[in-house]
T-cell receptor, first 111, second 115 residues
Framework: NAGVTQTPKFQVLKTGQSMTLQCAQDMNHEYMSWYRQDPGMGLRLIHYSVGAGITDQGEVPNGYNVSRSTTEDFPLRLLSAAPSQTSVYFC??????????FGNGTRLTVT | SQQGEEDPQALSIQEGENATMNCSYKTSINNLQWYRQNSGRGLVHLILIRSNEREKHSGRLRVTLDTSKKSSSLLITASRAADTASYFCATDAAAGGTSYGKLTFGQGTILTVHP
């Protein structure tokens, strides 16, 4: 009963590097989403998916790509990391009528 | 842009006291949810109140919703040191009644309960 699993837990990147944050859920939820959390800002939606093969942008999508090839996985790609992307990233999943289930986050630092 | 504004930003109380946190939002909503976040962890869902409900209880939690004022409050009664955490309100304002996981979060209230 893992729920939502995010890897890695911590990551340090240099400006311009790319990387993929992994997210997997084992609850057969249709909906998955990525949020970033910055001090004093709450959580802001980056991208979301309503099912395999279907993704859309949230409030702050610039600099990030997503894909959803399976129900279980929803990776977030940083194309060319910038210091402004230093944040804590949370993946969440849900189904119709259910609340969000969150992973424990990835703490990313871009130097 | 942030839908929810929370008040206070930080709250410090003694064990056994009640804690009240407030949330205001800007647009019509389908429901409003409260989440808790322990330091270094993900958010955990506490309670959901629908737009046609005015009050809801769950254990020591009481949530109210006033859609005319676009505001909600979370009351934790008889607080414990283990309640120390950040608390966030989140609104589901999606057209058609299904958010697809798209919630808008407030900035949160940091609650500290002293033993």
């Amino acid at each position: 009963n893992a729920g939502v699993t995010q890897t890695p837990k911590f990551q340090v990147l240099k400006t311009g590097q790319s990387m993929t944050l992994q997210c997997a859920q084992d609850m057969n939820h249709e909906y998955m989403s990525w949020y970033r959390q910055d001090p004093g800002m709450g959580l802001r939606l980056i991208h979301y998916s309503v099912g395999a093969g279907i993704t859309d942008q949230g409030e702050v999508p610039n600099g990030y790509n997503v894909s959803r090839s399976t129900t279980e996985d929803f990776p977030l790609r940083l194309l060319s990391a910038a210091p402004s992307q230093t944040s804590v990233y949370f993946c969440a999943s849900s189904s119709t009528g259910s609340p969000l289930h969150f992973g424990n986050g990835t703490r990313l630092t871009v130097t | 842009s942030q839908q929810g504004e929370e008040d206070p930003q930080a709250l410090s109380i003694q064990e056994g006291e009640n804690a009240t946190m407030n949330c205001s939002y800007k647009t019509s909503i389908n429901n409003l949810q409260w989440y808790r976040q322990n330091s270094g962890r993900g958010l955990v869902h506490l309670i959901l109140i629908r737009s046609n409900e005015r009050e809801k209880h769950s254990g020591r939690l009481r949530v109210t919703l006033d859609t005319s004022k676009k505001s909600s409050s979370l009351l934790i009664t008889a607080s414990r040191a283990a309640d120390t955490a950040s608390y966030f309100c989140a609104t589901d304002a999606a057209a058609g009644g299904t958010s697809y996981g798209k919630l808008t979060f407030g900035q949160g209230t940091i609650l500290t309960v002293h033993p």
